[in-house]
């Protein structure tokens, strides 16, 4: 037991040398790091991480994934930071569609690319979550990031929402798999009860482009790499198709904190 205790503590500083170092950028700046210890000292750290290194290579890959789990908590709690200083444009916006129920204190925002086949994959769990969660406020924020295309549902689906429709058109465009066009949005929007006529001219709109602009400038001040992403309230962001059951224990998590 005694063996095992000090080789997983040997094991976990070398790690953690081996992290040191790639931050550093390799023993030349290695000094930088720790002025306390004299030349010889870190030449000779420098030395064992290396030999450790050649008889087990599995150490720079622990190495290098504490880096990656650093760097992406750094970057979730500054997007947080960022969440928290602009609540009026994030949870409490007033230019987006907001689903469930719209004083619930449980605070979701979604980011969505309507052509995104991880935001069609959790269409559904969506709907679920906010018939489960009576508290459940959500804010949808589409943003058009995979192209023009993109741009097109987008504009329709924020249109639609001027006319009261945005839940049944969302729906009918995000499950219909035909080719993108404008002539796929009117016979859509007919098909929900739209005035396609009107549709078609708001979605040039201020009203619509503002919006759309707006929510791709709040998507890259909290540097959003893809879609769905889910800011959970003010204290976590999962990023990605989360399923039904992790939305759920996020919102418990919320839940507990307030």
Do not use: W
């Not at 720079?60 to 650093?70: H, P």
């Not at 500054?78 to 009026?88: G, P, Q, W």
């Not at 925002?109 to 959500?138: A, M, N, T, W």
């Amino acid at each position: 037991m005694k063996k095992l205790i000090t080789f997983s503590f040997r094991r976990a500083a070398l790690a953690g040398a081996a992290s040191l170092l790639l931050l550093c950028g390799g023993a030349a700046s290695a000094h930088a790091a720790d002025s306390s210890f004299s030349p010889a000292q870190r030449a000779e750290i420098v030395e064992i991480v290396r030999n450790a290194l050649k008889t087990d290579p599995t150490i720079l890959s622990d190495a290098i994934s504490s880096l990656q789990t650093q760097a992406a908590a750094r970057k979730a709690s500054s997007a947080l930071e960022t969440v928290r200083h602009n609540k009026a444009q994030y949870g409490e916006s007033t230019t987006d569609v907001v689903l469930g129920n719209k004083n619930g204190k449980l605070e979701v925002v979604e980011f969505y690319d309507p052509r995104c086949q991880y935001c069609r994959k959790v269409l559904g769990d969506v709907d679920h979550l906010i018939g489960s969660e009576p508290d459940l406020r959500l804010v949808e924020k589409v943003i058009p990031v995979l192209g023009p295309n993109s741009v097109i549902d987008a504009e329709a689906i924020m249109a639609a929402g001027l006319q009261g429709k945005y839940v049944p058109f969302q729906k009918a465009l995000m499950t219909d798999s035909s080719a993108p066009s404008l002539d796929r949005i009117r016979r859509l929007a007919q098909n929900v009860g739209l005035d396609a006529d009107r549709l078609l001219k708001d979605m040039k709109s201020p009203a619509v482009t503002t919006a759309l602009s707006k929510n791709l400038e709040l998507a890259k001040a909290i540097d959003l790499e893809g879609t769905p992403t889910f800011i959970i309230g003010d204290r976590e962001i999962i990023p990605g198709a989360a399923s039904e059951s992790d939305l759920k224990a996020a919102l418990d998590r919320l839940r507990k904190a307030r």
